[in-house]
């Protein structure tokens, strides 16, 4: 079954409606076909619940869905995993954030690494990060996940640093390792927060690994 995500804003509580209008309901009537009571599941941003709708009208600008239920399951793993992605050059961003959606993690946060190719201005970053965005909202409808992960802004490598401090476990996949294997590293304790931390093509430098275990030191 067909899953939409609509903002909290959008729907009526008291009497179990929604409005769905923009990019999705141009999706919805144009590309899906959907007619008049088709049933769908609406995804709420922001709340990791879903619902089962009802169609009830399609107008000329948006489409009318009645909520009929709540999905009790959740498709979401009590295990929250993020990525820190070293900016990778052309599109290759794009690929990274449908699959690892897929896959279930739940934020996505590009870093600018000393192997970086890619430089990105504020400006530039800001339109890159709406995009990005979007290709994770479309990923997670198709995968029928729960929450939609949030791409954030791009941060450097000191910020890194400070972030990694925040997690339980945090793996960095770097080809210099010769010892660690993560195996034994995932069975010898309990963890709910794991940060993955991968280098853009070149990889990432022994320096920067260096640092990063002293911050976690």
């Known amino acids: 079954m067909q899953k939409v995500f609509v903002e909290k804003g959008q729907v009526n509580f008291e009497t179990n409606e929604i409005e769905i209008q923009g990019e999705a309901y141009n999706h919805i009537k144009n590309v899906l076909r959907f007619r008049v009571n088709d049933s769908l599941k609406i995804g709420i ?5 879903t619902y089962l709708a009802t169609l ?6 948006k489409l009318i869905c009645h ?3 709540v999905y009790e399951e959740s498709t979401e793993s009590p295990l929250q995993i993020d990525l820190y ?11 990274i954030i449908q699959k690892c959606t897929e896959l279930g993690i739940h934020h996505i946060i590009p870093v600018e690494m000393k192997r970086c190719v890619v430089k990105l201005n504020r400006k530039d970053a800001e339109k890159k990060k709406l995009r ?5 909202e479309a990923a997670a409808m198709q995968s029928q996940r729960d929450q939609i992960p949030e791409v954030e802004n791009k941060i450097n490598g000191k910020e890194l640093e400070t972030k990694i ?8 996949a770097y080809e210099g390792e010769k010892t660690q294997y993560l195996k034994p590293l995932i069975q010898q304790r309990q963890m709910q927060k794991i940060a993955i931390v991968v280098g853009p093509e070149g990889g990432l430098e022994e320096t920067e690994v260096d640092c990063l275990k002293q911050a976690r030191c």
């Open 85 to 95: 992605q070293g900016l990778p050059k052309g599109d290759k961003m794009e690929s």
């Open 45 to 49: 941003k922001d709340s990791q619940k």
């Open 165 to 172: 401090k925040n997690y339980d476990m945090v793996f960095v």
């Open 67 to 69: 909520l009929e239920k």
């Open 56 to 61: 009830q009208k399609i107008d000329s600008d």
């Open 132 to 136: 990005w965005n979007k290709i994770a």
